[in-house]
């Protein structure tokens, strides 16, 4: 499978606990993004990579969450002490610079009870 | 801040029908305008735009940039049920892609 991959595709999780979603995007990729969407609204930026080096982060993303891509290939994404409030879609993307457009995965649909 | 607005939010036509969707923008460092399809999961690229006056085409889809007026559009003509989604509208600036809320699309057969 060449596309981008994320998982798991569906988290459920309690109000309070910790969660970890992954991506592994295209392999010649060199920047991954991590959007978050919420219902009716269009995706949302919440940090990238390039290569292994966080460029930037969105003020949408509190303290509470977290991302790391430790050798430039596979990114993770933590977000700690869930509130109700996180239940979203957090999507993937990567891209080769940025400039031949970007990959979106599937998405980890993430449920907060 | 960059901001991309889309327009109309909701759209139902019957099959056959040609459709317009808008997108406008206000962004610094503009690079390319960018349209994608979401159904029900990932959304799936379009289109890229980054020069004025040139439509680009696909199948019964075309869009076009007007980079004067800071806005693009996207053309479904002959529509079918399968175009049925919510078409999403982003610039590429500042080394990250803005959406906009997207156009939801709904095709009666």
């Known amino acids: 499978d060449t596309g981008v991959s994320q998982d798991p595709r569906h988290k459920i999780t309690k109000r309070g606990q910790n969660v970890t979603f992954r991506c592994d995007p295209i392999s010649e990729h060199n920047r991954l993004y991590w959007y978050r969407q919420t219902l009716g609204q269009g995706p949302e930026f919440l940090t990238y990579f390039q290569n292994e080096a966080q460029l930037e982060k969105s003020r949408l993303l509190s303290d509470r969450f977290s991302a790391e891509r430790p050798k430039g290939s596979f990114s993770t994404l933590e977000i700690q002490r869930t509130e109700q409030g996180d239940s979203a879609m957090y999507l993937c993307a990567s891209s080769l610079d940025g400039r031949y457009g970007y990959t979106f995965g599937s998405g980890t649909r993430l449920t907060v009870v | ?109």
């Open chain 2, 1 to 109: 801040e960059d901001k991309v607005v889309q327009s109309p939010l909701s759209l139902v036509v019957h099959e056959g029908d040609t459709v317009t969707l808008n997108c406008s923008y206000e962004v610094t460092n503009f690079r390319s305008l960018l349209w994608y399809k979401q159904e029900k999961k990932a959304p799936t690229f379009l289109f890229m735009l980054t020069s004025s006056g040139i439509e680009k085409k696909s199948g019964r889809l075309s869009s076009i940039l007007d980079k004067k007026e800071l806005f693009s559009i996207l053309n479904i003509t002959a529509t079918q049920t399968g175009d049925s989604a919510i078409y999403l509208c982003a610039e590429f600036g500042n080394e990250k892609l803005t959406f906009g809320t997207g156009t939801r699309l709904t095709i009666i057969p």
